[in-house]
């Protein structure tokens, strides 16, 4: 038999590291972002955050899957969200939108970024505590931080699909990015994707509309997108009048 190679107290295993460095491939993606939202390739910028939403969805994943959990991990990817959907989307946005107005769409900016951080302050808080025993794994208190990200850029999906030109006064996309920032610390019930389950029946069912899903979104991306959103949007009226509180502040 081979012998087992024995690690000291002092070293770790570097594929317990995976799930770190694709949480910085991910910081690495929303500020690549921002730099593209600089140079005018909204399109690219946007891209970058998808893939950021992505990578956020796989590193907590694979640390569970590795057993390598760790408080380091834990803040790090909270970090990342902070900026991938917080303040990436937020510059993109000011890029795209507000550069050439008075201050109002800074100040929508502020307050939506704000309202970011405040979610992901609350969700660090109560997962240090007993809140989240008590509370229904199957929905989230208010929109998750991707899920906001992605919604505060519908617009911009719109405009994609109509060649790029704006269909929302630069006013009414600021009370947009405020209302979406008061999704986010809303107590409002939104469904958690992570539990839901399905019966073994119905699994070829959902990897043939997995595999539809991908192929929509590689053949029409912007179109996808926007669809997704309406959808969660409707998502979210329905879960609102399902839920039973209290739920999880997890995102």
Avoid at 35 to 46: M, Q, S
Avoid at 212 to 234: H, K, Q
Wanted: hydrophobic share 55%.
């Amino acid at each position: 038999m081979a012998e087992r190679i024995r690690l000291k107290k002092s070293e770790m295993p570097i594929v317990h590291l995976l799930p770190n460095l694709i949480t910085i491939a991910a910081i690495c993606a929303g500020l690549t972002a921002i730099r593209f939202a600089f140079e005018g390739d909204y399109e690219r910028a946007v891209r970058l955050i998808l893939l950021a939403c992505v990578l956020d969805g796989i590193d907590g994943r694979l640390a569970r899957l590795l057993k390598c959990q760790s408080p380091m991990g834990a803040e790090l990817d909270s970090l990342a969200d902070f900026v991938n959907f917080g303040v990436a989307p937020a510059f993109i946005i000011y890029m795209w939108t507000f550069q050439e107005v008075n201050g109002f769409g800074w100040i929508a900016i502020l307050i939506y970024v704000i309202c970011c951080v405040i979610r992901l302050a609350r969700f660090n808080v109560d997962a240090k505590s007993d809140a989240e025993d008590k509370s229904d794994p199957n929905y989230f208190v208010g929109v998750p931080s991707p899920a906001g990200a992605l919604l505060v850029m519908l617009p911009m999906f719109v405009s994609f699909i109509f060649g790029g030109s704006h269909f929302l006064w630069p006013e009414a996309m600021a009370l947009y990015m405020v209302g979406i920032g008061g999704l986010m610390i809303s107590r409002i019930p939104t469904y958690s994707f992570k539990m839901m389950a399905v019966s073994r029946e119905n699994v070829k069912y959902l990897l043939v509309g997995f595999v539809f899903l991908v192929a929509a979104l590689l053949t029409y991306l912007w179109t996808t997108l926007l669809i997704l959103d309406l959808a969660y949007i409707g998502g979210v009226i329905w879960a609102r009048k399902k839920a039973k509180v209290p739920v999880s502040n997890k995102a």
